[in-house]
Each structure stands twice: as structure tokens, then as C-alpha cells.
């Protein structure tokens, strides 16, 4: 735009390529939060404290044992599956059949609880973990970056969607998860134990956001403020995805990532914002189900 | 099905909007005569806690140093200075409601509360009141633009923000610098510092290529980076706080955007948060700031900028204050001078003891102009050299030499 030949295009190219991983990230995030909702029918507010959890956690064995982030995704993610699972089972389980509101209302109690441990225990700072390949691009035609930290966080989001997909389809634990989110009574019948299977679902939900998180402090920078923002970016993502889908999540992230970098490029910086819910708006006006999900009672009968 | 997703969507909204918080106890009380009471609303919970602790820890410092030195002289006797304070919730309605309650108990002077929202919050409630305030850190243009007469600041104007690394860059770069390049957080103080930063660039015969605003406290700034990278700018000028300032640096490594001189942005490097997260990248970046232990001028209470340094590091067990502990202490400081000067602690006498101000302090100078602003005191720019920051500019403060080009260019 500045004058120069095909400066424009290569603008453009370039918000799509970081648009495209950024929202691939965005999906990492808001895949356990899609998980939870199809199949549990809670909207899990505490969804972004879980993952800066994981960035916290990532964080600590960064300083302590200087483990590289990607590889922390590991035991952030079993770490978080462990608490994903006891609050379930001894907590939201006690309410999941209550009306929506109760169990929003409990998890965005949770969430309040667990940010303002976060600021006790690391404070309100802003933080970023180190890597070696910080700031290492690959170099595309016309001088378009491919940051080389957002291209292994976004392989690891297709990589991990990939392997949710194949768990719920493919194995006995992911059918019983899928059974119960359909027929919790005929489910019961087959002795399956729901409480159980809830606390699997919410504790892979879990895990699958400290992951997440190790990924966002690896090529971002968080604080225990952004608990709220990685929600609602689930919460979008989710929804313009669509539930009952696990590429869902990852769909809607790649459009939300889509949206806000190109409307940066088209419109003054400071509207991103407000495009990305435009564009959630109208998605839901001509498509209530989301891009991929099902309508709703459909939703709950096939992953 | 479709009105429930609505449904969901909408307590949603309203859940993430619900932000609660409690207003501080009551206390305080009027001056008798052995004490001088001055009331402080700060932001002791809330998004702007860590700074309005911050503020506090620089209060605290004024009131131990003032009474360790037998208290404050007025009129022949001493007083002990007391500073109550109420906690704000980072609320600019409550800050406002709290100067009505200290007003209420008869505590006329006050110290200010943090951030330029909450104070200007407050002066609106001061000026009807008759009371009188020192601001510590509320440095937007736009408080002193409404013709105040009780609010006076002790800390440079928010225009000088960026003005001063532009100065900087002009008196001290070499290679010449030609082309600067704009982004902004788009808060009203942010947008003043801009103002400000592009106007001293275009006085001074610089070119401004771009000037991009960006959402306050975003950690993506890639669409901003990627406009301005085709107009290959000298220097990138953040008016940011710390997330998108972090947030500029690295993200134009990944996107090979490499300003031939460098990057300079505002708050962001003087805090110890931003080489942390930013290890080796931060090397280069100039900041600018209020104070540092360097900082020229000195006074009775507290000495030089580095001897008001050791006694807040014997006062926090061994931690160096940031700008925010010295502003705090310096608008305590402002106060006590002009209630000695005064010799009164009458609201009106002691108002127009800080309207004809004209003191050297470990701060720099405090004087006021008409509007309250103090405009004498410039900012200091700091670059991080060898993962510290240190004084560039201007020469009566600096403890290095620029190094320039800041950034190598990325390959």
C-alpha cells in the first residue's frame, strides 16, 4: 500500500499466513471448551484460567529445569488433567444437572478463584517464555514470515484435534464419552458409569487447555489478566465452529484468526474486535449450528 | 434450541462484564494539632493494583522519612504527617466517591489517586470541594486541560512521553535518523503521548510514515507490524504499556520487520517485567521515565535521587524503587513544602503555596505552571544495555552513551 510493487498483495499474503496460525492456536485453545460444552452441556468460564495454567506450569519448568515449552505440553497437560478431573467429580458433578446458569455461575466462580491465585502465587506480571527459535522465520516469496514457534503450535493443534477425533471415534473410551453425551439413562443401562465419564471428558478438556497454554506462553505473553480474553476466544471459536464437531473448535479459530487479521490490514487496528464478533454475529444469524456442528439435539448424537 | 445458544450467549456477555469489587473501610478523621492528615485513594485491589501498591510503598517512604525527621514545621510547631488511605478498587466512580468522604471528615489535601482515569476522577471532586491535591502519576494533558485550579502534578505531562525519546534519537543518533513510524495503544493517555511524540517528530524535520493504533493491553499487534513494514521506518515508536510492548518487539522478529535504527516505546522497558520476558530481543529498546536514580536536583528531606534510592531500599528490604515509588513521594513531598512554606494548613494558603512552588528535589524541579502542570522537569530516556536500563538522556542524568544502531538489521 505504501507504493511499492505488489507491496499490497504481500501484505495481504502476510496477514493471511499469520492469520492462519494464529488461528490455529485459537482452536488449540477452544477445542477442550467445545468438548465440554457438546458433550456436558457446560459452558466452562474457568476454560482460560485452566490454560494459563499450563502456561504457568510451562513457565516453572522452563525457569527451573529449562524445558522447552512444546515439550512441557506434556506435563501441563497431565497435571491439568488430574485437577480437570477432581473438579469435575466432586464439584461440577454435584450441579451438571441443574439449569445452564448454575453451572455457569460455579465456573465463573472458579475462574475468579483461579486467577486470584494466580496473581498470589506469580503475581499480575506479564510474562513470556524464552525459546531459541523466538523470533526464527521461515522466509516466503515475497519476503511473507512463517514464525517458526506458530508454525509448530499450529502443527501440534491439528496434531491434537486429529487425535481427539480418532479417541471419540475409535476407542471405547471416547464412544463412552460420546454414548454418554447422548443418552446419559440408556448409557447407565450399558454400565457405564456417567459421574466417571463426565470427569474423563472435563479432565481431557483440561489437559487439552494446559497444552495450550504451554503453546501460548511459548509464542505469546500472558498474565493472569487473560483469563477472560482466552474464554471468549473459546467461547467464539466454539460457537462459529459449531458444537458436536471436534474440528469445530479448530475451524472456528481459523476464521476468527482469518477475521481479525485481515480486517487489522483493511480497517483501522483498533476494530479487530469488534469484526471478530461481526462476524460471529452473522454466523450465527445464517448458520445457528455453527460452520460444522449440528443442529442442536443432533449435536449430541455423533462426534 | 437457537433462543438457548442466545441464552447462553448473552449471560456470557453480562458474567464477563460483572466486574465486583468492594469499596474501602471507613475511616480517617480532621487534623488536630499534633498531626497533618492527608487522605490518599488509591488502587489497592483491582486491575491496577500492582501500581497503586506501588504508589502507596512511595507515600509510606514520604511519611516515615517526614516524621523520622521530627515532622512536618508549621508555624513554629512540628507535625506528624498521617496518610490515610481508601482503596479504590481501580474504580475511577469510587475514587471520585472516596474524595467526597475524606472532604466529608474534613481532610482537606490530598495526595492523588494511580493512573490518569481515577485521577481525573478525583480532581473533578476536588475542585468543587475546595480541597487541594498533589498528583502522583495521572500525567494526561486532558486532566489539566479543563481550567483546575486545586490539582497540581508533580510528574512531566503525558505529551512529553514520547516527545523525549524523539529528542533523544535527534540530538544523540548516528547514523541520522530520517523516518519514525507510530504505534499506539488506543487509551486516551496513549493517544496524548502520541500526539505529542508525532508532533515534536514533525518540529524536529522527521518524516512520520505511519502512526497505527492498536486495542489497550493487546498482545497481537502483527496487523499494526505488517502495515508498517512496507514503509521501512528508522525507528518504531510504541505509546504502549508493558503487553503490547512486549508484543511489538517480538512480534517483528517473526515478521522480519527490522527498523534500521531501532525501537522505542514508551513505560514498557523501565520495568523489570519487559527484559524478563523479552530476554536477549530487549537489547537496544529505548524507554523513557520520570526518574531515575539519577536524576539531577536534590532537597532537605530526601537528599539526592540516589541517596532517596537507599532509603527505599532500606525501608523494602534491599528492593530499588520504580518511577512510581518517587513521583508518589515526590507529590507527598510537594505537599509538605508547601504546608511549611504556607505555614498553615488551611486549603487556600496551602493552594497558593503550590501555585508559586519553585524547588529543586531529588525528582528534578517541582513548579507548577497555570494549569498545574509540571512542565520544568523533563523525562528521562532510558535504552537496556547489557539487559539493564540505563540513563541515555538528557546529559545532566546519563550514565552511558546511546548505542546506535539500537537493532542490527535481522537478516
Redo the contacts between chains.
Keep these: 500500500?505504501?507504493g511499492?510493487e505488489g507491496?499490497g498483495v504481500?501484505?495481504l499474503a502476510?496477514?493471511t499466513v499469520?492469520g492462519l496460525l494464529?488461528g490455529c492456536l485459537f482452536g488449540l485453545v477452544a477445542v477442550g471448551f467445545s468438548l465440554v460444552w457438546g458433550v456436558l452441556n457446560v459452558?466452562n468460564?474457568a476454560h482460560g484460567a485452566f490454560v494459563l495454567g499450563g502456561a504457568y506450569l510451562a513457565w516453572e519448568l522452563h525457569d527451573a529445569f529449562g524445558l522447552d515449552p512444546f515439550v512441557s505440553m506434556l506435563p501441563a497437560a497431565v497435571v491439568l488433567f488430574g485437577l480437570g478431573y477432581a473438579i469435575q467429580r466432586w464439584l461440577v458433578n454435584l450441579v451438571v444437572n441443574a439449569p445452564?446458569?448454575i453451572t455457569?455461575?460455579l465456573t465463573?466462580g472458579l475462574q475468579l478463584l483461579a486467577v486470584n491465585t494466580l496473581i498470589l502465587l506469580f503475581?499480575?506480571?506479564?510474562?513470556?517464555i524464552?525459546t531459541g527459535y523466538?523470533?526464527i522465520?521461515l522466509?516466503l516469496a515475497g519476503?511473507v514470515?512463517v514464525?517458526l514457534?506458530?508454525l509448530i503450535a499450529a502443527a501440534l493443534a491439528i496434531g491434537l484435534t486429529a487425535a481427539l477425533v480418532y479417541l471419540t471415534r475409535r476407542t471405547r473410551t471416547g464412544l463412552a464419552i460420546l454414548a454418554t453425551g447422548m443418552d446419559r439413562g440408556a448409557a447407565r443401562l450399558m454400565s457405564i458409569k456417567a459421574a466417571h465419564v463426565y470427569a474423563l471428558t472435563f479432565g481431557l478438556a483440561a489437559a487439552l487447555a494446559g497444552a495450550a497454554g504451554a503453546a501460548v506462553g511459548a509464542v505469546?505473553?500472558?498474565?493472569p489478566?487473560?483469563a477472560?480474553r482466552l474464554?471468549?476466544f473459546s467461547?467464539v471459536a466454539a460457537?462459529l465452529g459449531g458444537l458436536g464437531n471436534m474440528w469445530g473448535a479448530l475451524l472456528g479459530g481459523l476464521v476468527l484468526g482469518l477475521v481479525?487479521?485481515w480486517?487489522?490490514?483493511l480497517l483501522?487496528?483498533?476494530l479487530?474486535?469488534a469484526v471478530a464478533f461481526a462476524a460471529l454475529v452473522i454466523v450465527?444469524a445464517i448458520r445457528?449450528q455453527g460452520l460444522a456442528g449440528r443442529?442442536?439435539?443432533a449435536s449430541r448424537l455423533e462426534a | 434450541m437457537r433462543t438457548r445458544m442466545f441464552l447462553t450467549v448473552g449471560v456470557v456477555a453480562v458474567l464477563s462484564a460483572a466486574a465486583c469489587g468492594s469499596k474501602g473501610e471507613a475511616g480517617g478523621g480532621a487534623a488536630d494539632n499534633g498531626t497533618l492528615v492527608i487522605g490518599a485513594s488509591l488502587s489497592l485491589t483491582g486491575k491496577l493494583a500492582r501500581e497503586g501498591i506501588l504508589t502507596r510503598e512511595g507515600y509510606d517512604v514520604c511519611q516515615s522519612v517526614v516524621n523520622d525527621k521530627g515532622g512536618v514545621p508549621v508555624a513554629g510547631s512540628r507535625r506528624q504527617l498521617v496518610i490515610r488511605y481508601q482503596d479504590d478498587t481501580s474504580q475511577p466512580d469510587t475514587a471520585g466517591q472516596l474524595v467526597d468522604q475524606f472532604n466529608d471528615k474534613g481532610v482537606k489535601l490530598l495526595l492523588g489517586p494511580y493512573g490518569s482515569a481515577t485521577t481525573e476522577a478525583a480532581a473533578a471532586v476536588v475542585e468543587r470541594n475546595g480541597q487541594v491535591m498533589a498528583d502522583s502519576s495521572g500525567a494526561d494533558d486532558a486532566i489539566f486541560a479543563k481550567g483546575y485550579r486545586q490539582t497540581f502534578a508533580v510528574l512531566s505531562p503525558a505529551t512529553e512521553y514520547a516527545a523525549s525519546m524523539v529528542q533523544a534519537i535527534v540530538d544523540l543518533a548516528d547514523p541520522k535518523v530520517r523516518t519514525v513510524a507510530f504505534i499506539s495503544a488506543d487509551d486516551g493517555f496513549s493517544k496524548t503521548v502520541t500526539r505529542g511524540g508525532i508532533a515534536k517528530a514533525e518540529q524536529l524535520g522527521l518524516t512520520v510514515v505511519g502512526e497505527e493504533y492498536v486495542p489497550n493491553g493487546t498482545t497481537d499487534v502483527s496487523g499494526a507490524l505488517t502495515k508498517i513494514k512496507p514503509r521501512r521506518p528508522d525507528v518504531i515508536i510504541g505509546s504502549v504499556h508493558l503487553a503490547e510492548g512486549i508484543a511489538i518487539v517480538k512480534q517483528a522478529k517473526e515478521l522480519g520487520v527490522a527498523p534500521s535504527g531501532g525501537f522505542a516505546e514508551t513505560v514498557a522497558p523501565p520495568t523489570p517485567d519487559f527484559t524478563q520476558a523479552l530476554g536477549a530481543t530487549a537489547e537496544g529498546v529505548l524507554g523513557s521515565t520520570q526518574w531515575t536514580p539519577t536524576t539531577a536536583g536534590s532537597d532537605k528531606w530526601f537528599g539526592f535521587a540516589g541517596d532517596y534510592a537507599n532509603t527505599f531500599a532500606a525501608k523494602f528490604n534491599g528492593r530499588q524503587p520504580e518511577y512510581h515509588g518517587a513521583e508518589a513521594t515526590a507529590a507527598c513531598l510537594a505537599l509538605v513544602l508547601a504546608v511549611e512554606k504556607a505555614g498553615s494548613t488551611d486549603p487556600v494558603k496551602v493552594r497558593g503555596a503550590l501555585a508559586g512552588l519553585d524547588e529543586q528535589t531529588f525528582f528534578g524541579p517541582l513548579k507548577f505552571d497555570s494549569s498545574g502542570q509540571n512542565r520544568t522537569k523533563a523525562m528521562q530516556v532510558v535504552q537496556i544495555q547489557g539487559g539493564k536500563p540505563v540513563c541515555v538522556w538528557p546529559a545532566n542524568a546519563s550514565e552511558a552513551a546511546l548505542r546506535w544502531p539500537a537493532t542490527k538489521a535481522a537478516a
Excluded: H, K
Design positions: 500500500m505504501a511499492d507491496g504481500n501484505q502476510q496477514a499469520y494464529q459452558v468460564l445452564i446458569f455457569l455461575l465463573f503475581t499480575a506480571n506479564y510474562r513470556s524464552p523466538t523470533g522465520s522466509v519476503d514470515r514464525p514457534g506458530r505469546g505473553t500472558f498474565s489478566a487473560d477472560g474464554t471468549l467461547f460457537v481479525e487479521s480486517g487489522g490490514q483501522p487496528g483498533t479487530v474486535n450465527l445457528p443442529a442442536f439435539y
